[in-house]
């Protein structure tokens, strides 16, 4: 079994910077892809940044030039830096992982429990 952990989440002013962490522990045979989403009241889970473990990175629009998603491969570890929050930003912040199994080739997909992440003056 695999366990993904996120911290990090927290009230913060706009214009203002958090950083969240997700440690990925476990039966780990490789790391394929790490990623962040959010899900805000009343609103579907939507796509904010995923890494591969070849370092390739993909963002939605709407946080293109403020966040920046990176990871630690020998720690399995993926962090989300947020810049120049917005009230809009606010959401429950999940982190996924698509994990090798000892079977070969095959891969499964994670979740993490989520941290909240909330912007306000």
């Known amino acids: 079994q695999v366990q993904l952990v996120e911290s990090g989440g927290g009230l913060v002013q706009p214009g203002g910077s958090l950083r969240l962490s997700c440690v990925a522990s476990g039966s780990i045979f490789g790391m394929h892809a790490m990623g962040w989403y959010r899900q805000a009241p009343g609103k579907q889970r939507e796509l904010v940044a995923t890494i591969t473990s070849g370092g390739s990175t993909n963002y939605a629009d709407f946080v293109k030039g403020r966040f920046t998603i990176s990871a630690d491969n020998a720690k399995n570890t993926a962090y989300l830096q947020m810049d120049s929050l917005k009230p809009e930003d606010t959401a429950v912040y999940y982190c996924?992982?698509?994990?090798?199994?000892?079977?070969?080739?095959?891969?499964?997909?994670?979740w993490g429990q989520g941290t909240q992440v909330t912007v306000s003056s």
């Open positions: 996924d992982a698509t994990i090798g199994t000892a079977v070969p080739g095959l891969r499964r997909r994670y």
